[in-house]
T-cell receptor, first 113, second 110 residues
Framework: KAGVTQTPRYLIKTRGQQVTLSCSPI?????VSWYQQTPGQGLQFLFE???????NKGNFPGRFSGRQFSNSRSEMNVSTLELGDSALYLC????????????FGPGTRLTVT | TQLLEQSPQFLSIQEGENLTVYCNSS?????LQWYRQEPGEGPVLLVT?????EVKKLKRLTFQFGDARKDSSLHITAAQPGDTGLYLC??????????FGAGTTVTVRA
């Protein structure tokens, strides 16, 4: 089975712009979660989508949004970028199991200048 | 404040030595997972422990879940340079959320 894929792998944006990141989960996985990873804050949960519905949300401002399509692919959007949004954005897919094991993609490295 | 506290934050050892990483919380989890992340990659799931007191072995890695399901440890025997990476613990609760620890950066010198 192919793993989780994320595009693009690297992105440089200017403060105030918006950005869209894409994630394709493992075939058969209907849950997709997004995380932000920074050296100072570690791995922070953004949100989770299951069957096209947002099932869980972390403590991030409304500038961070996402959606999931009927084929389980997901996108994450960040509007009005700030310098502090520079981070590695990780997507993870999961079977709908009680242990909720995450299978991560390689991430998108976003740099905001 | 992290729900899961990992210690130590950094660990640097010589090849062949043993090491232990701890993951502690005041919350009870239905299961606990360990991941390893290498530079430029996403975390990779190593193991899931579910039952209090459970011990799982993966070659030179031994994982233990505390009796009360609030803490866990990862022990590596005879560490090798290939064990270098960021080790993350994550606790699962009934609300389909995973809480991650801040991670332990392990460096094994040849």
């Amino acid at each position: 089975k192919a793993g989780v894929t994320q595009t693009p792998r690297y992105l440089i944006k200017t403060r105030g712009q918006q950005v869209t990141l894409s994630c394709s989960p493992i075939s058969g996985h209907r849950s997709v979660s997004w995380y932000q990873q920074t050296p100072g804050q570690g791995l922070q949960f953004l949100f989770e989508y299951f069957s096209e519905t947002q099932r869980n949300k972390g403590n991030f401002p409304g500038r961070f949004s996402g959606r999931q399509f009927s084929n389980s692919r997901s996108e994450m959007n960040v509007s009005t970028l700030e310098l502090g949004d520079s981070a590695l954005y990780l997507c993870a897919s999961s079977l709908d199991s009680p242990h909720y094991e995450q299978y991560f993609g390689p991430g998108t490295r976003l740099t905001v200048t | 404040t992290q729900l899961l506290e990992q210690s130590p934050q950094f660990l640097s050892i010589q090849e062949g030595e043993n090491l232990t990483v701890y993951c502690n919380s005041s919350s009870v989890f239905s299961s606990l997972q360990w991941y390893r992340q290498e530079p430029g990659e996403g975390p990779v799931l190593l193991v899931t422990v579910v039952t209090g007191g459970e011990v799982k072995k993966l070659k030179r890695l031994t994982f233990q879940f505390g009796d009360a399901r609030k803490d866990s440890s990862l022990h590596i025997t005879a560490a090798q340079p290939g064990d270098t990476g960021l080790y993350l613990c994550a606790g699962a609760r009934d609300d389909y959320k995973l809480s991650f620890g801040a991670g332990t950066t392990v460096t094994v010198r040849a």
